[in-house]
């Protein structure tokens, strides 16, 4: 794509000049006479560079930067000015200015600056690509996999996203169901405010003024009017957090609003309004809480209008080393860390049980504990692979050619997946295939390769 170019200046005759010293270059010249009417055109697209004239009717260029300064404009701003003043050229640095020239001008410095800006941009272009690529391929927000679980709930939730309907995250403790949440809320196109609610925390004698609000002298000590959670959502996303956790008596009043989408703050006599979009999450089988009598039948029909499972850590095991590896970039900024010998084959034997918010505090942990660059087994703090369990140490890969040594590495990582699939699953292998989000024929030749049995 070419580079595009913004020329401001009031003079017509200058901004022709310059429009035909850069014309053979890989641009697109926009020209604007006044500062009122280049701000017009960054408002509308901004340019990648801008060429500025500081002499110039209404909108000076000094006033102009400034404007631009308040836009976060991202691009370069050069300005070309008959003004040789040292005090006005340093003015405009500091105002961020990427260069000052005076006039008359040299050509070729002109047409350096966009080539320098082109290559600028080419990188950047580059470099976003490269990470729109690194999205797709594991990303969903902060959200990270590269499992099939993963990739089926980063679906759905692209899907769910901008539908007009209520949805409710199962998932166990850990598994980050709030950035689920998050991400849904990201990717709606909502334009209100994501506010997060964590039900269980509610207090018993405010709960109905923290989630409706209230009004000057509701009770004792209503001394203002207060917003409550829903209104603070409005035309936005209300995350309810541990939803199965929430009383009895304000499940009815939250369902009523469910049902209507209006509001009573205590001590008003009028409803009004929200246009709220609800987001539940629990680890509870709701299921059970009915049948216990401890949750409302017609609220849960309310809040799944469609449902996200978050997969728990164990079924995910192909995602655990590269999530530790993002977790040691992150808490070994202060000293360089990497994984021992034994280490990457406990992390996979590991059960957990606090799935990935475990793996990121124990990860944290051993980042502070390691005495060197090699974090060790015992550094983890985890308690020891129950008899039984794979816990084979990485290949030795010394001396090896770079291929070679992938394929012993892949081997390995895929032995450990599979054994610990089948030892979870009694050496079913249909289950163990479910487990590791592949076909039971895959599976079966993956034994015959791997020279491995059902009982491995």
Not at 22 to 48: F, I, K, S, W
Not at 218 to 236: K, P, S
Not at 249 to 272: C, F, T
Request: aromatic share 6%; hydrophobic share 45%; net charge neutral.
């Amino acid at each position: 794509m070419p580079l595009t170019v913004l020329i401001s200046d009031d003079e017509s005759a200058a901004r022709y000049a310059l429009k035909r010293a850069l014309a053979r270059l890989d641009c697109t010249l926009l020209e604007a006479a006044d500062g009122h009417e280049a701000l017009a055109v960054v408002n509308r697209q901004p340019p990648d560079l801008i060429f500025l004239d500081l002499t110039m009717p209404g909108l000076d260029g000094l006033g102009m930067l400034r404007a631009l300064n308040t836009r976060n404009y991202a691009g370069e701003v050069v300005v070309v000015t008959a003004d040789d003043r040292i005090e006005t050229a340093i003015e405009c640095v500091r105002l961020g200015a990427a260069d000052y020239i005076t006039k008359p001008y040299e050509i070729e410095r002109l047409r350096a600056i966009v080539r320098r800006n082109l290559r600028r941009v080419d990188t950047e272009r580059q470099v976003n690509a490269l990470q729109t690529q690194l999205h797709a391929s594991g990303y969903c927000g902060d959200l990270f996999g590269l499992s099939r679980p993963m990739r089926h709930l980063f679906d759905q939730i692209r899907r769910a996203a901008p539908a007009p309907l209520d949805i409710l995250i199962r998932g166990e403790t850990g598994t980050g169901k709030e950035l689920v949440a998050r991400e849904l809320h990201r990717l709606s196109g909502r334009q209100g405010n994501f506010i997060a609610v964590n039900t269980a925390a509610l207090s018993d004698t405010l709960a109905e003024s923290q989630l409706f609000g209230h009004r000057r002298g509701a009770f004792t000590g209503a001394e203002r009017h207060h917003d409550g959670v829903f209104a603070q959502a409005d035309g936005g996303t209300l995350f309810l957090d541990e939803i199965g956790d929430m009383p009895l008596v304000l499940q009815a009043k939250v369902l009523r609003v469910l049902q209507e989408r209006l509001i009573q703050p205590l001590g008003s006599s009028h409803s009004q309004p929200v246009n709220v979009r609800v987001i539940s999450a629990t680890h509870h089988d709701l299921a059970q809480a009915i049948t216990a009598g401890r949750f409302r039948e017609d609220l849960l029909f309310r809040l799944r209008g469609f449902e996200l499972t978050v997969p728990p850590l164990r079924d995910r095991s192909e995602d655990i080393l590269p999530l530790a590896g993002q977790f040691i970039e992150q808490f070994g900024h202060t000293a360089q860390r990497r994984l021992g010998e034994g280490v990457a084959a406990r992390l996979l034997s590991y059960h957990w049980p606090g799935n990935v918010r475990e793996l990121r505090q124990v990860i944290r942990a051993a980042a502070v504990m390691a005495e060197g660059e090699w974090i060790m087994p015992t550094d983890l703090g985890l308690d020891p692979p129950a008899a039984g369990t794979v816990a084979e140490s990485l290949p030795d890969l010394q001396g090896l050619p770079l291929a070679a040594a992938k394929a012993r590495l892949i081997d390995w990582f895929e032995r450990q997946a599979i054994s610990s699939a089948l030892q979870q699953n009694a050496g079913n292998v249909s289950a163990a295939a479910r487990q590791l989000g592949i076909h039971r024929q895959s599976l079966q030749q993956k034994l015959i390769q791997l020279g491995m049995r059902r009982s491995q």
